[in-house]
């Protein structure tokens, strides 16, 4: 079973920086992919970026494209959320998830169906 654990969230001030982490263990042989997810309140969860463990593609919101970049240290097993000039409008739960599917096209997706096992989310406030 996979498990997964976030953490490195808080509050910041506009155009800071933080940092967000996600532990992974079990069933790691089979990680295909690995997503940051994000749901503000009063919205539906959003993809964020995600991670191809085979051949190391992102792919990124458009919202957050240049500002957000994700990492992965396999000896840890886990990945990195950094995210800079961060605006209130980034303020929200962010989650990790991971696919244990074969993935597609040569990359990973978006879309919260894509992925099969979800953290618990932790929680990012960005102030003016």
């Known amino acids: 079973q996979v498990q997964l654990a976030e953490s490195g969230g808080g509050s910041v001030q506009a155009g800071g920086s933080l940092r967000l982490s996600c532990a992974a263990s079990?069933?790691?042989?089979?990680?295909?992919?690995m997503g940051w997810f994000r749901q503000a309140p009063g919205k539906e969860r959003e993809g964020v970026g995600s991670?191809?463990?085979?051949?190391?593609?992102?792919t990124y919101a458009d919202s957050v494209k240049g500002r957000f970049t994700i990492s992965q240290d396999n000896a840890k097993h886990a990945v990195y959320l950094q995210m800079n000039s961060l605006d209130v409008e980034d303020t929200a739960v962010y989650y990790c998830?991971?696919?244990?599917?074969?993935?597609?096209?040569?990359?990973?997706?978006?879309?919260?169906?894509?992925?099969?096992?979800w953290g618990q989310g932790t929680q990012v406030t960005v102030s003016s």
């Open positions: 998830a991971i696919r244990t599917r074969p993935t597609y096209g040569g990359r990973c997706y978006l879309g919260e169906v894509e992925f099969d096992y």
């Open positions: 991670f191809y463990t085979v051949g190391g593609v992102t």
């Open positions: 079990g069933l790691l042989y089979s990680w295909r992919c």
